[in-house]
């Protein structure tokens, strides 16, 4: 956009985003010239102001970009007072209770440090105006505005350490992010004929395939022509609207992909990720394919995360999560404290319906938070704790030699991949491994930035006595201090082996399980005193977060279940009864598999009897504590009941006679 202003109107935008200072009067009504010029010429007709509800999903009303006078001449019209906010209806909204309708007013506030986009739906064209969604009472209802909010806290902890240190130079502090969206592509047609998947997201029953993942010849294997033009124009609208799209390849599971952009700041990524979202979704319609975001689809295989790469730094330096910085021991323990206290948040962070089905189960890192450094860097902590010097030597960083002469030389990376841990160093950040494929990722990162800054505080702190008291080094001795007192958070071996999950018993780490287990540390006063006092959340922001997180886990398992009664009368108990009838009329020789059948259909009934009970109880509860708890423990097992005999029916039944594509069909697409 920078054609669209005056010299010294680009100057002034572009030291307020760098700086972040508001835009003043004047600025804004010429950015908000050049803004309608460049959307105009792009065709725009309306203008939207996109925000991230509670929900998970993105939220616009599309208004129009030009009025009509007396004299019925239209001309194009945005002001800047059309630029800043929008007004949605915010009871409508996940709001905990806090917007009733009788006060329902919301607002959007333009964020100006994230980009203006055009997106193209069929033969509509719109101007994207990224915004915060904030009721009329100021209370952030969306997941946008506490990422900001955490971004100021972690700026502002930090510079309050470099300054002290005399670092005075560092005036800015960002946190960065790189997300791995992984997913999966399904033929349309199979898609439409499986009602789960298009409303819970997952299929609901389905035998599995004779081949699955088994072979481990999925990862990184080749893509079939259709697939490949998908991505292919897919990463070609990402670019169109200045998502740098990096990396494409298959996954693990069959017909699961990954695509990756390069880093940006934190909340641009974030925007990024929910657009590209979006476009990956309507860009498969046009290859009659559906994208799958669930976090797992189909049992039996590997469901989808997001990894969240984060780190932060300054203007001066890039990440302090490079080894080299000699931030960097200061910036790691800041985090292992954030982590060992606050691991059990940060497991909350991830927990949702469709997470569960996913973490802990071989395939995705346990629900015990740990951090995993390699052995470089496990040796530099270990010197930082001893008193030592703890500057960076690269030992792992060996030339390797393969046995053959003419290959080029090769430098090994300084520390092994551990898949297993939730949190991985990987040379110049940390890999949250545990994001779920279809969630905002803001809210982990809004946690990352948190219980960093939060530790910033209290590393500054001690470092204040530690001056006053005139220790030596007393940045080293501090570092020290922190990383003895909450080592126990670090773990390099099997995240997935037994032995570790009695060791973080004896280490009493959290291992938290399911979703309504790990949402109850929102209610700690731990929790509260963190986002109050780091000004991230309010206590009743807070408190809302908490009801509507509780209320989704349990409006999504409260879909699944009457799907699933509904799909096992309607689909598999008329095919399971055909079957009976066909080996009726086969004479006596199957009378064996008759009578497997006949049982079969009997416990099958009786166990849609009991789901029906369950929904009775459900639709009774109005606590959402209480329910999702009854849900983990009585429903949720209750499905998984009957899906084992579906499954099994499924084998039985003549294909003729099951009219939802399978598994075998659905993961087969070519």
């Known amino acids: ?256 992909y990954e695509m990756a952009p390069m880093f940006q700041r934190a909340n641009q990524s974030n925007d990024n990720n929910l657009i590209m979202m979006q476009v990956m979704t309507e860009v498969a319609k046009r290859h009659k394919l559906v994208c799958l975001f669930h976090e797992k689809p189909f049992a039996n295989l590997n469901g989808s995360g997001k990894h969240n790469n984060w780190s932060f730094g300054t203007n001066e330096v890039g990440t302090f999560f490079s080894p080299k910085s000699e931030f960097f021991m200061l910036a790691v323990a800041a985090f292992v404290r954030g982590v060992h206290i606050h691991g059990d948040l940060l497991r909350s962070s991830v927990a949702t319906s469709g997470n569960d089905h996913r973490l802990g189960g071989h395939e995705a890192p346990p629900g015990i938070m740990s951090i995993y450094c390699g052995g470089d860097i496990t040796d530099m902590i270990q010197r930082a704790m001893k008193g030592e010097d703890y500057s960076y030597r690269g030992d792992s960083r060996v030339e390797q030699n393969f046995g053959v002469p003419y290959l080029p030389s090769f430098t090994r990376q300084a520390c092994d991949r551990n898949r297993t841990s939730p949190i991985a160093f990987c040379g110049n950040r940390f890999e949250f491994r545990a994001v779920g494929s279809s969630v905002n990722t803001a809210w982990s990162t809004t946690i990352l930035n948190t219980i960093t800054a939060e530790s910033m505080k209290v590393i500054c702190e001690d470092l204040e006595k530690a001056i006053s008291a005139g220790v030596e080094n007393p940045l080293a001795t501090v570092i020290a201090n922190t990383l003895k007192e909450h080592q126990d958070v670090l773990y390099e071996g099997n995240g997935y082996s037994e032995e570790w999950i009695k060791e973080a018993e004896r280490r009493k780490l959290p291992n938290t399980a399911n979703t309504p287990a790990a949402l109850e540390c929102l209610s700690l006063a731990r929790v509260e005193d963190l986002f109050v006092n780091s000004n991230v959340l309010t206590k009743e922001e807070l408190d809302a977060r908490r009801e509507v997180f509780y209320s989704n886990f349990c409006l999504d398992v409260t879909v699944e279940l009457r799907c699933f009664i509904n799909l096992c009368y309607k689909l598999i108990v008329p095919a399971a009864y055909r079957q009976l009838e066909l080996m009726k009329n086969c004479g006596a020789g199957l009378t064996t598999q008759e009578e497997a059948v006949k049982k079969l259909i009997q416990e099958f009934h009786a166990g849609l009897n009991e789901l029906k009970e369950l929904d009775t109880k459900v639709s009774a509860e109005s606590d959402c504590t209480k329910l999702a708890n009854f849900i983990q423990s009585e429903v949720r097992p209750a499905m998984e009941k009957v899906r084992i005999i579906a499954d099994i029916l499924e084998a039985q039944v003549d294909k003729n006679f099951w009219q939802c594509p399978t598994y075998h069909e659905m993961l087969n697409t070519r």
């Open 1 to 256: 956009m920078k054609d669209y202003f005056d010299k010294a109107t680009y100057e002034e935008i572009i030291d307020a985003l760098d700086e972040k200072k508001q835009f003043s009067k004047e600025t804004m009504e010429k950015f908000a010239e050049g803004a309608l010029k460049w959307a105009t010429q792009h065709n725009c007709t309306h203008l939207t102001h996109v925000f991230q509800p509670l929900s998970g999903s993105m939220g616009e009303k599309h208004d129009i970009m030009f009025t009509i006078d007396s004299e019925g001449t239209i001309s194009s019209s945005m002001d800047a007072s059309r630029l800043l906010s929008g007004e949605p209806d915010a009871s409508s909204f996940p709001n905990g209770g806090t917007r009733p309708t009788h006060a329902a007013r919301g607002n959007n506030i333009w964020d100006p440090r994230s980009y203006l986009t055009i997106a193209k739906l069929g033969n509509a064209v719109t101007m994207r105006i990224p915004s915060i969604f904030v009721g009329w009472n100021g209370l952030a209802l969306d997941f946008k505005t506490p990422l900001l909010r955490s971004e100021v806290a972690l700026e502002r902890e930090t510079l309050k350490v470099l300054h002290l240190l005399g670092k005075t130079e560092h005036t800015r502090v960002e946190s960065h992010c790189g997300l791995e969206q992984e997913f999966f592509l399904i033929d349309e047609d199979f898609y439409n004929k499986r009602p789960d998947l298009m409303i819970t997201g997952r299929t609901l029953f389905g035998s599995n395939p004779s081949r699955g993942q088994d072979h481990s010849d999925r990862y990184f294997g080749w893509q079939s022509t259709r697939a490949q033009d998908c991505i292919f124009e897919m990463e070609q609208e990402f670019w169109k609207l200045g998502i740098p799209n990096s990396t494409r390849h298959r996954e693990v599971a069959p017909g699961q």
